[in-house]
């Protein structure tokens, strides 16, 4: 139906930068929203930002003035641009998507595979 692929994790020493890309395919009618989560051992998958379809955005306060996400609209793909990552920042990150089918006037949500992040100190 539909697949979010993420790409761009990796290991960084703190004070780096990394950019996240999630790209969503399948029988998409509509994407109502995209974001980033993390999750580390032990913790619930945390919302990192988000983007609406029209652009508004919302982040994490941990990681305001740091991070900044953004959408290719006509990709259907969402980036998260990562600076002055911190070892805190370390965690699998995963892509979210609220998602129409073409198939269905029900709004489903998607999740990526995950793409882990580790800062070094």
């Known amino acids: 139906q539909v697949q979010l692929v993420e790409s761009g994790g990796g290991l960084v020493q703190a004070g780096g930068s990394l950019r996240l890309s999630c790209a969503a395919s399948g029988i998409i009618f509509s994407i109502n929203a995209m974001g980033w989560y993390r999750q580390t051992p032990g913790k619930q998958r945390e919302l990192v930002a988000a983007i609406t379809s029209g652009g508004n955005t919302n982040y994490a306060d941990s990681v305001k003035g740091r991070f900044s996400i953004s959408r290719d609209n006509a990709k259907n793909t969402v980036y998260l641009q990562m600076d002055s990552l911190e070892p805190e920042d370390t965690a699998v990150y995963y892509c979210?998507?609220?998602?129409?089918?073409?198939?269905?006037?029900?709004?489903?949500?998607?999740w990526g595979q995950g793409t882990q992040v580790t800062v070094s100190s």
């Open positions: 979210n998507a609220k998602i129409t089918l073409m198939t269905s006037r029900y709004e489903y949500t998607y």
